[in-house]
């Protein structure tokens, strides 16, 4: 009796353990950036850390540790990455709910879920090869590795998740709204842009939440793909370094202990915020969503 | 409780099996595996002259990653490599920094490049000199026209800061920053293929990497001409005599960093390398053999007779 109790509390604990992990490394992982990060600060100020376009730590005379191109560029990757993902992702996810049969259904489905799975790297070489030269060719640009290359490949690394996401939010909206609109009159097409997709606004927020998240972290691709110049961007035709690319560049070569070492801790710093913040109000988005149906 | 107990049976052969498995690779691994690490510039010529030596002799296994100059000494001096590949000289600080971590670089020149300057084929400007070049990627000059091309921007191309290149370019053309606009390139290849790609390129690459496998000039490419200075005209680095004689401006010694002098099966190696076969196994890749100067200053390290 008391052997099975005492096995009771010991399978009890090993789940509890296993369920905190994950908040241990998260804060682990927060706190090793954190206080790393916070060292470059007795060389360099924040004002020019946070303000300064310079980004040049291996100068040939004085270095500079100015994130502010890399962090818009970054911004601009995600912004153009989501113009094209956006109407797309929801366009798919609404086809996919209320206007295929079932049999385009299942064949759509595993597809799309496939495309997630394709390997960063590989993406990245898709860019090299075929997406530069033909941004190149229909902007006549002499080369096609540019912040334009990265958002198109970025959209389309983030299109499963705002397609699967919005399409489970499409699914949710109850029948009743629906019938109410073809019972006023209206057809499919009003229907859906006047009423479902407006019941369903929060998950498909919530969708596109997850889909920057996803690709704020992305490095590989735009490692390879967006030409890597840490010169502040003026257009998308621009080559941009984003801070992805900056980090994993750098933390190769650079000696431990060392003021650019700290940087790039701040770095990683600042885009865990970044991809924490959009994180939270995916997550704040969708609790409304939930409390809503109810 | 049978199901638990065979769980742990299992569990206990597979981690002895895991066990056995790691210690007996590392062994191999101590014995007759040599790593090598760094420069991106050397990485297919040292790539090629083990594969030979490999060849010759099959109990030895060299094993040759990349990842820029920067890298190979980083690793050199956290001991994770044996020999670090290097186109550009440690600099003072990774030595002091090497020696009070107790790792004593012997430095060994073992060929000879002529950084190539290269353009696509189609742009009229055949040759330019040092300062010009310079101007170009320190984006003092942005359209060509400026050095006798046609009215378009200039599209610039280097390496990453890793790169001992990238640290070679700079120190010695530049002598100041890269423009922020330069892409900053992952690999020389990589160079090779935007370069191939974009009629208004310029950008800097090993001269191994301009010949392919037959030993011709990779197409849609040009290897500019350089001069050191206004006054005098240029050279091509496709010629050994310029490199050798040290008359085309980027001239320079690739080097091996090694802990200490090498002993045993790395010591083979770099002998092998330095050899009249290792020598000409680097001129058929497109590099250069070094100089007597050089060889003396091996010589005098004791590496070789």
């Not at chain 2, 090779?192 to 950008?203: H, L, M, N, P």
Request: hydrophobic fraction near 45%.
């Amino acid at each position: 009796m008391k052997l099975i109790k005492f096995k009771e509390k010991a399978i009890h604990f090993f789940f509890f353990l296993t369920a905190i992990s994950a908040i241990v490394i998260l804060l682990g992982i927060f706190l090793m950036l954190l206080f790393n990060g916070i060292k470059m600060f007795k060389d360099v100020s924040a004002f020019d850390f946070f303000f300064s376009t310079v980004w040049n730590p291996t100068a040939y005379g004085e270095p500079s540790y100015g994130i502010l191109s890399m962090v818009m560029s970054t911004v601009m990757v995600i912004i153009g990455s989501m113009i094209i993902a956006v109407p797309l992702g929801i366009g798919t996810a609404a086809y996919i709910t209320e206007v295929a049969g079932p049999r385009t259904q299942e064949i759509l489905k595993p597809i799309i879920e496939i495309l997630a799975a394709i390997p960063s790297v590989v993406i990245g070489f898709l860019g090299i090869i075929f997406v530069g030269p033909l941004i190149a060719k229909v902007f006549n640009l002499t080369s096609g590795l540019n912040a334009i290359n990265g958002s198109i490949l970025l959209a389309v690394m983030s299109l499963p998740t705002i397609i699967s996401i919005s399409e489970d939010a499409i699914r949710a909206v109850p029948k009743d709204y629906k019938e109410a609109s073809y019972a006023l009159g209206a057809n499919r097409w009003t229907t859906l842009i006047r009423v479902t997709i407006p019941a369903a606004i929060s998950g498909i927020v919530a969708s596109i939440m997850l889909g920057i998240g996803r690709a704020i972290g992305e490095t590989m691709t735009v490692l390879m793909v967006t030409g890597n110049a840490p010169a502040m961007p003026h257009s998308f035709f621009d080559s941009i370094r984003t801070m992805t690319a900056t980090i994993a560049i750098e933390l190769g070569e650079v000696p431990y202990g060392t003021t650019h070492y700290y940087a790039i801790f701040a770095v990683g710093t600042i885009l865990f915020l970044m991809s924490l913040s959009v994180n939270i109000i995916a997550e704040l988005v969708t609790a409304r969503y939930r409390s809503r149906r109810i | 409780m049978p199901y638990n107990f065979r769980l742990i049976i299992s569990g206990a052969i597979f981690f002895v099996m895991l066990t056995t498995m790691i210690s007996c690779s590392k062994k191999e691994v101590d014995k007759h595996s040599i790593q090598i690490k760094g420069s991106d510039t050397e990485v297919n010529l040292v790539q090629r002259l083990s594969e030979v030596y490999m060849e010759k002799l099959p109990d030895v296994s060299i094993a040759i990653t990349g990842g820029g100059s920067g890298t190979g000494i980083a690793a050199l001096i956290n001991r994770q490599t044996d020999i670090a590949n290097s186109s550009r000289p440690m600099k003072n600080a990774e030595i002091e920094q090497a020696k009070a971590k107790g790792v004593e670089p012997v430095p060994i020149m073992f060929a000879l490049d002529g950084l190539a300057i290269i353009t696509h084929e189609s742009l009229p400007v055949k040759s330019l000199n040092l300062d010009e070049v310079a101007s170009i990627f320190k984006g003092e000059i942005t359209n060509w026209s400026k050095v006798g091309g046609p009215d378009m921007e200039t599209s610039v191309y280097g390496r990453q800061s890793n790169s001992g290149t990238f640290v070679y370019f700079r120190d010695t053309v530049l002598k100041g920053d890269y423009a922020p606009s330069v892409r900053r390139m992952n690999g020389t290849a990589q160079i090779v293929e935007a370069v191939r790609k974009d009629k208004a390129a310029i950008g800097y690459v090993g001269i191994g990497y301009v010949v392919n496998e037959e030993g011709n000039i990779i197409s849609d490419i040009n290897v500019l001409n350089l001069a050191s200075d206004a006054n005098t005209t240029g050279v091509s680095p496709l010629e050994s005599e310029n490199v050798k004689s040290g008359k085309y401006p980027l001239s320079r010694p690739l080097f091996q960093y090694t802990n200490g002098i090498p002993t045993g099966k790395i010591l083979e190696f770099v002998q092998f390398e330095l050899s009249d076969e290792g020598q000409k196994l680097i001129e058929k890749e497109g590099y250069y053999p070094i100089t007597s100067r050089h060889m003396e200053h091996n010589r005098s390290l004791g590496i070789i007779k």
